[in-house]
C-alpha cells in the first residue's frame, strides 16, 4: 500500500498530518505536483514534480496507483478513475469518495462548472477548518486500520 497526494492544491495541515502518518506506519508517501517544495527527509517520504501542463499530476497518480493505495485529492474525475483501479480517495476535508458516491459528485462538479461557465457566481469551497482536518485524519486512520 502507497499513499498518493495531489500535492498542489494539498492544504499545509494535511500534509504535516501524512508526513507524521508516513513515519509512524512506515509507509510510502508519495506528494505529486507542479513545483517542489520541502518536505520532512524520511524513506517514506518522495516528492515527485511532474510537468506545469494542465492536471498532469492527476495522471501521474493515475498511472502510479493501484488496488489498495490511498489517493488523497478534492480533485473528483482523479477521485473516480483512482477508484476505477481499486484505490481509496479521500478528500483534504476528510470526505471518503467511493464507488457508491463518486458518479453523483461527478455531476455536480459537471453541473457546477456549467454554471460557472455561463457566468454564475457561485463561490468557492469553505476555507479548511479544524474540523477538517479532524475530519481528514479520522479517515485516514480508518482506512490504515483496514489494511
Given at each position: 500500500m502507497?499513499?498518493?497526494?495531489?500535492?498542489?492544491?494539498c492544504p499545509n495541515p494535511v500534509k504535516d498530518i501524512l508526513y507524521r502518518t508516513a513515519q509512524r506506519a512506515q509507509i510510502e508517501t508519495l506528494l505529486v505536483a507542479n513545483q517542489r517544495f520541502n518536505t520532512p527527509r524520511s524513506p517514506f517520504i518522495q516528492f515527485k514534480v511532474v510537468s506545469h501542463g494542465f492536471d498532469e499530476a492527476d495522471k501521474w497518480i493515475v498511472e502510479q496507483c493501484e488496488s489498495g493505495d490511498i489517493v488523497i485529492s478534492q480533485d473528483i474525475p482523479l477521485a473516480a478513475e483512482a477508484i476505477a483501479k481499486g484505490a481509496?480517495?479521500?478528500?483534504?476535508?476528510?470526505?471518503?469518495?467511493?464507488?457508491d458516491n463518486i458518479k453523483q459528485r461527478l455531476s455536480m462538479?459537471?453541473?457546477?462548472?456549467?454554471?460557472?461557465?455561463a457566468g454564475e457566481n457561485i463561490g468557492g469551497p469553505a476555507a479548511f477548518s479544524q474540523a477538517d482536518r479532524r475530519n481528514?485524519?479520522?479517515?485516514?486512520?480508518?482506512?490504515?486500520?483496514?489494511?
Open positions: 502507497k499513499i498518493y497526494v495531489d500535492a498542489d492544491a481509496k480517495v479521500i478528500s483534504p476535508k476528510g470526505v471518503l469518495f467511493t464507488e462538479r459537471n453541473f457546477m462548472e456549467e454554471l460557472r461557465g481528514f485524519a479520522n479517515q485516514l486512520d480508518c482506512l490504515l486500520n483496514k489494511k
